[in-house]
């Protein structure tokens, strides 16, 4: 893994709080806001290959979000909240389409995913038998820096909800149900079968420690997913046809269900019956509401809710419109849907390794869109699934080879004579399956 990226995902695995004047700063905040300018230019540059859709849509997400925070807002308020904020996600984005630009440095990032979710087994036993949390509190001991706290919500079935360094249990699944089809698809043909098998259950049961059912239903949508491609291997469209079946399905279910079948979902992937239908009143009410104040949200500011609710939102697309307004949310959720769209539909040699990696993103980042409308998301997760997102988006423009080159000409190949590499023969790489060599000076 290129030593950027490296340097990033440890930055957000640090769970360091401290003071910088007013602003309060982790590892991976100070890193970012030391680089947005240089990553912006660079990016804005094509320095990271061609400025995409994708980037515009999350430029304008962020732009717009600022503004709807001034206009509900005081001015001093407004420029405290969304440059850390803007430090959080446009950081996280840019490193991640700066970090990752070709398919041996993502294959890196998964192996790193991994290591780091495998190396974090023992502490998250220990986390989950006694309820007390391990390296937090080792980094509160350095003077000036404060750590994550213990949620300390009840147990579920006699176990205590991991949160390992993020801020909350359902920040650490959501990390950790990134990491299984992931790992599963694109590590295939890399490492033995034993191995890949073996890792992957590790994986799935660091996200079942987060007793989450939103992470655990983002978990379940990958292993489906997988077997939907296994089972449709031979149709020439699967992802289309499983588009139509879920929407007949839905149709389905709408008609049978006593009310809206997305309450019926909700009410039948929660943990607990409450806690559904506390996401169904939010729902309806967070409508309203976005109805009432479509354009900049209401920020901050108090909203018709029933007074035995919290105010609360455990899903992030809803806050997003509800806080910062419509555009906010649509221009950001419009960005993932047509990533995920237009990696899905690149003509990737069928069964390579690219093809693959392709495969393993697109069901990940389906499974994440799905799930943070389940969870909400902040602080160094939210740079985290910034970074994830930014760090497929290589795909777009990935080249693959179309055809055989045509033969040489005997008089250029008499004239050739032989020929070796200026590294040595040991030092040649063949290439990995789907690409073509890089021109030199230019990156993919």
Same mark, same amino acid.
């Given at each position: ?176 149900? !990134?990491? #299984? &089809?992931?790992? =599963?698809?694109?590590?295939?043909? $890399?490492?033995?079968? /034993?191995? %890949?098998?073996?890792? *992957? ?43 139509w079946i879920s929407l007949g399905l839905y149709v389905v279910l709408e008609v049978a269900s006593n009310g809206p079948a997305l ?35 209401i920020f901050k500011r108090p909203w018709n809710l029933p007074p035995w609710m919290t105010g609360s939102l455990d899903n992030y697309?809803?806050? !997003?419109? #509800? &806080?910062?307004? =419509?555009?906010?949310?649509?221009? $950001?959720?419009?960005? /993932?849907? %047509?990533?995920?769209? *237009? ?102």
């Amino acid at each position: 893994m290129p030593f950027f990226a490296l340097v990033v995902f440890v930055a957000l695995l640090i769970p360091a709080f401290f003071h910088i004047g007013t602003l309060l700063m982790t590892p991976s905040r100070l890193l970012f806001l030391l680089l947005i300018p240089l990553l912006l230019m660079k990016l804005l540059g094509k320095s990271y290959g061609r400025v995409t859709y994708i980037d515009w849509l999350i430029l304008f997400h962020m732009s717009w979000f600022t503004l709807s925070v001034f206009v509900n807002a005081s001015a001093s308020t407004a420029i405290t909240y969304t440059g850390v904020n803007t430090v959080i996600l446009l950081g996280g984005y840019l490193a991640g389409r700066a970090a990752i630009r070709d398919l041996d440095q993502f294959l890196g990032f998964v192996r790193f995913f991994a290591l780091v979710l495998t190396l974090s087994v023992p502490f998250i036993v220990y986390e989950t038998l006694t309820g007390h949390l391990t390296i937090p509190k080792i980094v509160e001991m350095i003077p000036g820096v404060t750590s994550n706290r213990d949620v300390q919500y009840p147990r579920r079935m006699g176990l205590d909800r991991v949160q390992f360094v993020f801020v909350h249990p359902i920040h650490y699944g959501f990390f950790c149900s !990134l990491s #299984v &089809a992931l790992f =599963f698809l694109a590590m295939k043909n $890399q490492i033995g079968n /034993f191995r %890949l098998w073996a890792q *992957a259950a590790v994986l799935a049961l660091t996200t079942f420690f987060s007793l989450s059912s939103g992470p655990l239903l983002s978990m379940i949508i990958q292993f489906l997913l997988i077997m939907w491609l296994y089972v449709m291997r031979k149709n020439e469209r699967p992802w289309m046809t499983l588009v139509w079946i879920s929407l007949g399905l839905y149709v389905v279910l709408e008609v049978a269900s006593n009310g809206p079948a997305l309450y019926y979902i909700i009410t039948k992937v929660a943990f607990n019956p409450g806690t559904a239908n506390a996401r169904r009143v939010l729902l309806d009410y967070g409508i309203d509401q976005v109805i009432a104040t479509p354009v900049f949200g209401i920020f901050k500011r108090p909203w018709n809710l029933p007074p035995w609710m919290t105010g609360s939102l455990d899903n992030y697309w809803l806050g !997003l419109a #509800v &806080a910062f307004g =419509f555009p906010t949310f649509f221009s $950001q959720f419009l960005a /993932f849907i %047509l990533a995920i769209v *237009a990696v899905a539909k690149r003509d990737f040699p069928k069964g390579s390794t690219l093809d693959r990696v392709r495969t393993a993103w697109v069901i990940s980042m389906i499974s994440a869109t799905l799930t943070l409308g389940t969870v909400f998301v902040w602080s160094e997760i939210a740079s985290f699934m910034f970074f994830f997102f930014a760090a497929g988006l290589w795909m777009l423009d990935a080249e693959v080879e179309t055809g055989e080159a045509p033969p040489p000409e005997p008089e250029a190949e008499a004239r050739r004579g032989p020929q070796y590499s200026r590294y040595g023969p040991s030092r040649q790489r063949p290439l990995g399956p789907g690409l073509v060599p890089r021109a030199a000076g230019r990156r993919t």
